[in-house]
């Protein structure tokens, strides 16, 4: 397995109290997505990076903001969560795009009561 | 814009019997197509994709697709289905070349393997 590790793994937590997911790779790979996995839905893109500092948004990333300081590490943070945001969350790598596969990690379970 | 559809919600298959799942995909231009597994709590697994040349692919676990240009479709098979496939399944498209570089996701297909 690719090494990516999501945490924290579950977290619950409150309307309107900020959150940062975590996704650290060990995989020395260019490109990190972010993803949130819902019923009905499959899998949504939130944002991406192509590099360090270098990132752009999903189809969904409204109430979301990331960073990318180095290399091995993509944050996603819910500056002020909602409701609408429980979901799954999930961080993927790729060494390249194009016809390059996704490695994908664990996922974070989120609840925001 | 590139799309996806995977129009089962669910397949019921026996063990032992052959199983399909359907994909069909709308992309500017030639595809990359992929398949990935999902089992319960965990993150999604490469299974196969298609770049160019031969229509059907191998990929692991005995699972294998047909990829077909002129019906839009790469379907994902196996001869002989076990309950351990139980699992949900997505297909991924994006364009060879142009248009966004991202894949672009099926809402999947939850495959259930009856003993």
């Known amino acids: 397995d690719a090494g990516i590790t999501q945490s924290p793994r579950h977290k619950v937590t409150e309307t309107g109290t900020p959150v940062t997911l975590r996704c650290h790779q060990t995989?020395?790979?260019?490109?990190m997505y972010w993803y949130r996995q819902d019923p009905g839905h499959g899998l949504r893109l939130i944002h991406y990076?192509?590099?360090?500092?270098?990132?752009d948004k999903g189809e969904v990333s409204d109430g979301y903001s990331v960073s990318r300081s180095k290399t091995e590490d993509f944050l996603l943070t819910l500056e002020s969560a909602t409701s609408s945001q429980t979901s799954v969350y999930f961080c993927?790598?790729?060494?390249?795009?194009?016809?390059?596969?996704?490695?994908f990690g664990d996922g974070t379970r989120l609840s925001i009561l | 814009a590139q799309s996806v559809a995977q129009p089962e919600d669910q397949v019921n298959v026996a063990e032992g019997n052959p199983l399909t799942v359907k994909c069909t995909y709308s992309?500017?231009?030639?595809?990359?197509l992929f398949w990935y597994v999902q089992y319960p709590n965990r993150g999604l697994q490469f299974l196969l994709k298609?770049?160019?040349?031969?229509?059907l692919v191998k990929g692991s676990y005995g699972f294998e697709a047909e990829f077909n240009k002129s019906q839009t479709s790469f379907h994902l098979k196996k001869p002989s289905a076990l309950v351990s496939d139980s699992a949900l399944y997505f297909c991924?498209?994006?364009?060879?070349?142009?248009?966004?570089?991202?894949?672009?996701f099926g809402r999947g297909t939850s495959l259930i393997v009856h003993p």
């Open positions: 993927a790598i790729s060494e390249e795009v194009g016809n390059q596969p996704q490695h």
């Open positions: 995989e020395n790979h260019r490109y």
């Open positions: 990076s192509y590099g360090v500092k270098d990132t």
């Open positions: 992309v500017s231009g030639n595809p990359y």
């Open positions: 298609y770049i160019t040349g031969d229509n």
């Open positions: 991924a498209v994006r364009a060879a070349s142009g248009g966004s570089y991202i894949p672009t």
